[in-house]
């Protein structure tokens, strides 16, 4: 493994810092980006949306996108370098975010001619936006399961069901969607993969809030929706596999997030409050507590060097993915309970006090924490997937 980064990386990432240092409006900046990847109002989305702009035009959105397609073909060090550095001017996720990272790369790998020019080139500029219609009531692990109904009527199909947890469907322009085309196929045979525009009528979007009032995700309900063949991706009943690509894909645009500065924030913290009348830091359970995160930080941190070293190495993927996925998602919960054990009930507070100056910081990482431990497959996925291929534990 090597520490080391190149003279080019290091003027790459001068680079981004300093444009984004002179371009970032501060009133943009989120606490932590990707527990506020969706925006929280419309008016703030469109804002989001002007700033993807400015960022396209100077060349900083999609980089690792090919040039053809308008990116800079960047490497995977330099697209770490630049998720690193918009993380630490705490920089909000592009707005445009699903159709960069997933949607924009299964068409340029895997979409028509067709596709091509018609949706890729609206992406980076955010002229489009994105969202991801695969989770339904019944299908989420097991999504293989899904029932939303596409039936071929001849130049089209008429959509119905419904989709969960849809994020950002409240402001999104198009959807990918899975549906099921062969009721009688295999399950993983009878799916295929649809581009729907969301202004088509019969297309419903209800908003779930979530505990601390964001408006993340969605329900969104299809009746009698009519989707153009143009629309469908591959042939009919390929469904799965690009599922299965832009699930790839998902899980390589993870974006920057630091342990690190959650603990390094825990420890300044436990300098200020007191438990039982005595500044928490003096407590040698307090301080033992904080070095275990810290030491579970840095296993993390190797963890993910040596995914990293494998990668650029052009290995085949090790079983690291799924144990970072596993530890980092449970990392989180374990700092933001930690949290609570040293606020108590203060750490319900949502907004600045005497008490907790840095509120709803804290409020919200308790209520965030768990989403991580169940987007893009569960804890109990990710220890399914280490048994049996990892470890080569029998199924029962
Ligand atoms: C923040 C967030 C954003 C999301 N955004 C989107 C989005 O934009 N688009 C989209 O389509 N989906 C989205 N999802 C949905 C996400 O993909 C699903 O929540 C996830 O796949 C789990 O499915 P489920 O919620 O249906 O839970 P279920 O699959 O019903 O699981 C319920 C419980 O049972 C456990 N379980 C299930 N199967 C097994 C098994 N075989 N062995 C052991 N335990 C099992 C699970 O671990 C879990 O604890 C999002 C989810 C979150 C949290």
Redesign the pocket.
């Known amino acids: 493994m090597d520490f080391h980064y190149t003279p080019e990386q290091d003027a790459f990432r001068r680079d981004i810092r300093q444009w984004l240092a002179a371009n970032l409006p501060k009133d943009l900046c989120v606490d932590d980006p990707q527990d506020e990847r969706v925006a929280p109002d419309r008016a703030t989305f469109e804002r989001r949306v002007e700033w993807q702009r400015t960022m396209y035009k100077a060349g900083w959105v999609g980089i690792s996108w090919p040039v053809e397609y308008g990116g800079r073909g960047a490497s995977l060090m330099e697209q770490i370098i630049y998720d690193e550095e918009c993380f630490r001017a705490r920089a909000p996720v592009l707005p445009g975010y699903?159709g960069i990272g997933m949607i924009g790369p299964v068409l340029i790998e895997r979409g028509s001619e067709a596709h091509k020019r018609r949706f890729v080139p609206r992406i980076l500029s955010a002229d489009d936006i994105w969202?991801?219609?695969?989770?339904e009531?019944g299908?989420?692990?097991?999504?293989a399961g899904l029932s939303t109904r596409a039936e071929d009527r001849g130049d089209h199909f008429v959509v119905n069901g419904q989709?969960?947890?849809?994020?950002?469907?409240q402001f999104a322009d198009w959807i990918y969607l899975l549906v099921r085309t062969d009721p009688a196929a295999p399950r993983h045979r009878g799916i295929s993969y649809l581009l729907v525009d969301m202004k088509t009528p019969g297309i419903n979007v209800r908003p779930l809030v979530l505990m601390n009032g964001h408006k993340?995700?969605n329900e969104v309900f299809f009746v009698d929706v009519a989707v153009p063949k143009a629309n469908l991706v591959g042939k009919v009943g390929e469904g799965w596999s690009l599922a299965m690509t832009t699930l790839m894909y998902e899980r390589k645009s993870g974006g920057g997030r630091s342990h690190d500065d959650q603990i390094a924030r825990l420890g300044a913290l436990a300098r200020q409050v007191k438990i039982d009348g005595k500044l928490a830091w003096d407590s040698p359970l307090v301080r033992q507590r904080l070095a275990q995160l810290a030491i579970d930080a840095s296993a993390f941190k190797y963890t993910r060097f040596r995914n990293l070293t494998r990668q650029l190495r052009g290995e085949p993927p090790g079983p690291e993915g799924s144990i970072l996925k596993l530890f980092g998602s449970e990392l989180g919960v374990r700092i933001a309970d930690f949290a609570g054990e040293l606020l108590g009930p203060r750490v319900l507070l949502n907004q600045p006090s005497e008490d907790v100056p840095d509120g709803p910081r804290w409020y919200n990482r308790v209520v965030s924490s768990r989403?991580?431990t169940?987007?893009?497959?569960?804890?109990?996925?990710q220890?399914?997937i280490i048994g049996e291929r990892v470890l080569g534990l029998p199924k029962d």
């Open positions: 699903s969202c991801q219609g695969f989770s009531p299908a989420g692990s097991d999504l989709k969960v947890w849809t994020s950002g469907a993340h995700f989403q991580y169940i987007a893009g497959g569960t804890s109990e996925i220890r399914n």
